[in-house]
């Protein structure tokens, strides 16, 4: 087994993924600042091929922050109900609309700090709508994003999201750190993926830590759990 050092591993695995994965994107449909938030924060423990369904109609419905601020919480529910937590995500969306409107002109904000004022938006959704919508130098941290840098060993007992993020920047130069993110997601979500890790696909086996560790010595057990947080923002 290879000792790699923390910069020998992020260099390697950050060339992998320039060279095999060179174009990195959400998922997720949007057109502007304003569909990619109600996405965003749709998208929180739901699928993005769900919300992906429910948002055409929506943004019919209400195409801006002026329309949605203006409606009644329950039409906004009936537009969502197929979505996980319906409910919570209505009361969000109405009052982020109505913040936007009435604290920043209708305009969705471009800092991750100013960002984190609005209803339903923590710091994870803050980070994807200023790096995908404003292309800034942030890393938003979700499930895969956590669970993956852990098993690579990008990351080291990290506790928490903001923990994951904290070790991430330390070694992903600020230019690659908006496609960083979409990488570790699309690995975790389809080779990487959470019960069961599709090592013996996976181009990443050289650097990786589990794979390099616990998978060659117990080749029949599954994988020990990097950690769930809970993220749902
Ligand atoms: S080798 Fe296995 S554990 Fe490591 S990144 Fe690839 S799929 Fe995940």
């Known amino acids: 087994m290879s000792r790699l050092s923390k ?71 009936e537009l969502i109900r197929s979505c996980s937590y ?28 100013t960002l984190q004022r609005l209803p339903g938006v923590g710091r994870k959704t803050a980070n994807v709508i200023a790096s995908v919508a404003f292309d800034k130098p942030a890393l938003a941290v979700d499930t895969h994003v956590h669970r993956v840098s852990a098993r690579i060993g990008l990351t080291y007992r990290a506790k928490n999201p903001l923990e994951t ?13 908006a496609i960083a993110h979409h990488w570790l997601i699309l690995h975790g979500r389809y080779v990487c993926i959470a019960r069961k890790p599709k090592c013996d696909e996976c181009g990443l086996r050289e650097w990786c830590r589990y794979y390099q560790t616990k998978a060659q010595d117990a080749p029949r057990k599954g994988p020990a759990s990097a950690g769930q947080a809970a993220m749902t923002q």
């Not at 993020?165 to 750190?177: G, T």
């Open 165 to 177: 993020e904290r070790q991430l920047v330390k070694y992903i130069p600020e230019s690659k750190l």
């Open 7 to 77: 910069p020998e591993r992020f260099k390697a695995v950050i060339g992998w993924f320039e060279q095999y994965m060179p174009i990195a994107e959400t998922e997720l449909h949007y057109d502007n600042p304003y569909e990619l938030i109600v996405a965003v924060i749709l998208s929180a423990q739901c699928t993005d091929k769900r919300v992906n369904i429910i948002t055409p109609p929506f943004f019919r419905r209400f195409p801006d922050a002026a329309a949605l601020a203006a409606a009644e919480v329950e039409d906004i529910f």
């Open 86 to 113: 319906p409910n919570n995500k209505a009361k969000h969306l109405s009052g982020m609309a109505r913040m936007l409107v009435h604290d920043f002109g209708g305009v969705v904000p471009g800092d991750v700090e």
